[in-house]
């Protein structure tokens, strides 16, 4: 499975983004994540939707992220509202199932003060 990413740019503090997460095959039984990792720091856990609908947050973007799937489309979203700085990343798509893990190439945010 290919995870293809898109959606980053520059935004302005407070600014929204939404990123977007195409897979090559189905996703329709798999969970889909939402990752990012700034410099120097290790790749953490941004949001999770599994494939009955459950979605789980990392704290601090709880009330300003949103994650969605579609599974017509093999497609997962991330909609970013009220973007701070210290969200500056770059975010990886990742399907998990049962053991496998894939991942997007990543596709970078920079959030300006």
């Known amino acids: 499975v290919q995870l293809q990413a898109s959606g980053g740019g520059l935004v302005q503090f407070g600014g929204s983004l939404r990123l977007s997460c195409t897979a090559s095959g189905s996703i329709n039984s798999a969970g889909m994540g939402w990752y990012r990792q700034a410099p120097g720091l290790q790749r953490e856990l941004v949001a999770f939707i599994n494939n009955e609908g459950y979605t789980k947050y990392a704290d601090s973007v709880k009330g300003r992220f949103t994650i969605s799937r579609d599974n017509a489309k093999s497609a997962v979203y991330l909609q970013m509202n009220g973007l701070k700085p210290e969200d500056g990343a770059v975010y990886y798509c990742?399907?998990?199932?049962?053991?496998?893990?894939?991942w997007g190439q990543g596709t970078q945010v920079t959030v300006s003060s």
């Open positions: 990742n399907l998990h199932y049962f053991t496998l893990d894939y």
